[in-house]
């Protein structure tokens, strides 16, 4: 199972510096060794076979097994080394940790044994040209492991698959990260990802004897950073189930716990015996740590660089529905989708329009008066139309046998009457909140601004008298007091 977060676009202002350092060096370090690396294995295999210590060995394993039964069942015929079972047993025998441990140690063929002379200078000749292999001297060996090779080995790979399949997650992955919290803090958690996911490695198979190579285990620790750091962000994911593929949108924190599964099922039941998945899972777990201490602790925040979901387009299917109703005769159908486009967006010109003209045939229902209400206030509050806001005013008026509209939005009606030239009418609403709505949140302010209006239109008269209304009505006000220092001024 192949699980891969998509990333947003690059450009050049915005490059992931450390993450290209990164995969050049890799690439660098990688093709400048390869050769060599070969050529030192090459030598020591031909050397294995030269001097008869892979037909030693082999019979050694034999009566190490004892009995043959389980897997060591192959082990049985395996006497001619150009036999397939021969073949088979020599697999198994460098496959078997615990084999290989003691053999090492001298205790499978031990001093005082008739072919133990021999063996052990042919094994030492052996193990001083694998040696000489870059992933020997630079690799983690668990049994022995060094300071530096708890970094070194990240840089290091053993085919040029590893190698490609590596770098195409961390560009995937290191890219976002980067980018999204820093190069000096990815650069930091790159490295100490890598080192716990070595640690965890060291801590499970601490007696085995062959280097741990690959930068997967790092990566895996950028994959549970990137999981907690972008968290409830939906990001876009590849995922491929072998014989299927696609792209879905998911919560980022989602990711850790698949991958965390996904490498322990692998580890409990892949075939691949080679691949580290305990590295892998020690990197996801302190990477998933890291970026909670980053966040939580540090209080460090996280740009956005990934790419969004599209908005899903929910008001053109409930538009569509509603004008299907209608050409059905479905009055009821499109009065809920026209009112489902309302929720999603209130200042649907459109669905408040449609919603109106339904409700206006039957001005003697009590639904007509609530209708009204709510399309006027998502004309002047959402929809940004004033006009049809009035229209539609001086038509519930003229059909409506009584006006029913609360205060507030009478105080709404006031301040597009004024900006629409029907300044009588805005000064009618005013005056009646002031007698009916006096504890109204804005009416002394409305008020003012109508009384400015009307200075600016040379109405001093009707200024002075607007603001004599809010000294009256509102004597406490802060807006009372502004009154009183606009007229000492104005005298």
């Not at 047993?89 to 021999?118: I, N």
């Not at 669905?351 to 206006?360: D, E, P, V």
Request: hydrophobic share 45%; aromatic share 10%.
């Amino acid at each position: 199972m192949l699980i891969v977060p998509l990333t947003g676009k690059l450009h050049l202002k915005n490059l992931p510096v450390i993450t290209l350092a990164l995969i050049l060096l890799n690439c660098a370090i990688f093709f400048s060794t390869n050769d060599a690396e070969n050529e030192a294995f090459s030598q020591a295999m031909d050397y294995y076979e030269e001097s008869g210590l892979y037909i030693t060995e082999v019979a050694a394993y034999r009566d190490y097994l004892g009995a043959f039964d389980g897997a060591g069942a192959v082990c049985e015929d395996a006497v001619d080394p150009e036999t397939r079972a021969f073949s088979e047993c020599y697999r198994l025998m460098v496959a078997d940790e615990g084999f290989q441990r003691e053999l090492k140690a001298d205790r499978v063929l031990s001093p005082g044994m008739d072919a133990y002379t021999q063996w052990r200078l042919d094994r030492d000749i052996f193990e001083s040209d694998l040696n000489k292999m870059m992933s020997r001297r630079w690799g983690l060996i668990p049994a022995r492991p060094k300071a530096v090779s708890f970094l070194s080995y990240m840089f290091l790979h053993g085919s040029l698959s590893h190698l490609v399949g590596n770098m195409i997650f961390l560009w995937l992955v290191g890219c976002a990260l980067e980018l999204g919290i820093g190069r000096l803090a990815y650069g930091i958690g790159y490295g100490l990802t890598g080192i716990c996911a070595a640690l965890l490695y060291i801590g499970v198979y601490s007696t085995s004897g062959s280097p741990l190579v690959g930068a997967s285990g790092a990566i895996a620790g950028l994959m549970g950073a990137f999981s907690l750091l972008f968290g409830r962000r939906k990001i876009r994911v590849f995922y491929s189930l072998g014989f299927y593929f696609n792209t879905v949108w998911v919560h980022a924190w989602l990711l850790l716990p698949v991958w965390v599964a996904s490498e322990v099922a692998q580890l409990v039941w892949g075939e691949a015996a080679h691949v580290a998945y305990m590295a892998h899972i020690g990197g996801l777990l302190s990477g998933g740590l890291g970026a909670l201490f980053l966040t939580r602790v540090l209080g460090q925040g996280v740009r956005e660089v990934l790419q969004t979901p599209p908005e899903e387009d929910r008001i053109t299917p409930l538009m569509d529905e509603a004008l299907e109703c209608m050409t059905r005769l479905d009055v009821g159908g499109a009065k809920k989708a026209w009112e489902a486009v309302l929720r999603e967006e209130p200042g649907h010109a459109s669905a408040l329009k449609q919603l109106y003209a339904l409700a206006r045939n039957t001005p003697q229902d009590p639904a007509y008066h609530q209708v009204t209400v709510q399309v006027l206030t998502g004309l002047i509050h959402h929809g940004g139309d004033p006009e049809t806001a009035l229209t539609t005013y001086d038509d519930y008026v003229s059909r409506a046998q009584q006006v029913k509209l609360p205060p507030s939005l009478y105080l709404d009606l006031a301040g597009v009457f004024r900006t629409r030239g029907r300044e009588s009418e805005s000064e009618r609403f005013l005056l009646m909140l002031t007698q009916k709505a006096p504890h109204l949140k804005g009416l002394p302010d409305a008020l003012i601004r109508h009384a400015s209006h009307c200075r600016r239109k040379g109405r001093e008269a009707d200024w002075r008298r607007i603001l004599g209304v809010v000294q009256a009505s509102f004597p406490d006000s802060p807006e009372a007091d502004l009154v009183q220092r606009t007229l000492r001024d104005a005298r």
